[in-house]
């Protein structure tokens, strides 16, 4: 029960545990501990039953036995590793907190610069805002005389063109009237020169 309290306060759903690397080597470290005390306990509760032939089939080859320790050496072993791990957790959960509270400090000192900052920032955009309105009011009233002279010039062309063509109709005109009146002149003559001949 004491192992998954301390897991679940390392909080694996908020974030792994295996990301800091002391807690990793802390973690793996009570891994193994749990592990070697969990064989010790087996092996300290099983009663080794062995016949007559199996001892005698081990007998001629040597093997050094280390006796398996007593409960409450294998349950101090597992309760060190144990604190240790959460030594460490803490440990790292201090640092967090005095690294996050040293952050907190610094930014707040900053805050003061940076709004200062922010707030001649956006005094600049406003004036360059009101220039750059102005500009473009000045290019608005250029772009309107340039269009009126351009409208104006058109005009004064259409005006022309539209006077010479008059010109050209009344002069087209005058000729037509003055070819009519010689050739009613040259009629009279040829007629007044026949009618003498008569």
Not at 64 to 83: N, Q, V, W
Not at 117 to 145: C, H, P
Not at 155 to 174: P, S, Y
Request: overall charge negative; charged content about 30%.
């Amino acid at each position: 029960m004491a192992i998954r309290e301390a897991l679940t306060r390392a909080d694996p759903a908020k974030r792994s545990f295996r990301s800091n690397q002391e807690i990793c080597v802390s973690a793996d470290h009570l891994i193994r501990s749990i592990v070697e005390c969990i064989e010790d306990m087996i092996l300290l509760t099983s009663k080794e039953k062995t016949s007559w032939r199996q001892k005698l089939a081990t007998a001629p080859r040597f093997r050094h036995r280390t006796p398996p320790p007593d409960p409450d050496m294998i349950l101090g072993k597992l309760e060190e590793a144990l604190e240790e791990f959460e030594r460490v957790i803490d440990q790292v959960r201090n640092n967090v907190i005095e690294g996050t509270g040293l952050l907190t400090q610094s930014m707040a000192m900053r805050l003061p610069v940076m709004n200062r900052s922010i707030l001649e920032t956006n005094e600049s955009l406003r004036v360059f805002d009101e220039k750059q309105d102005e500009r473009d009011k000045d290019y608005k009233r250029g772009y309107d005389a340039l269009y009126n002279l351009l409208h104006q010039i058109r005009a004064d062309i259409q005006n022309i063109a539209a006077r010479e063509n008059n010109r050209q109709n009344m002069q087209g005109d005058d000729q037509v009237i003055t070819r009519n009146e010689v050739l009613q002149i040259l009629l009279e003559s040829k007629s007044r020169a026949e009618f003498t001949l008569f």
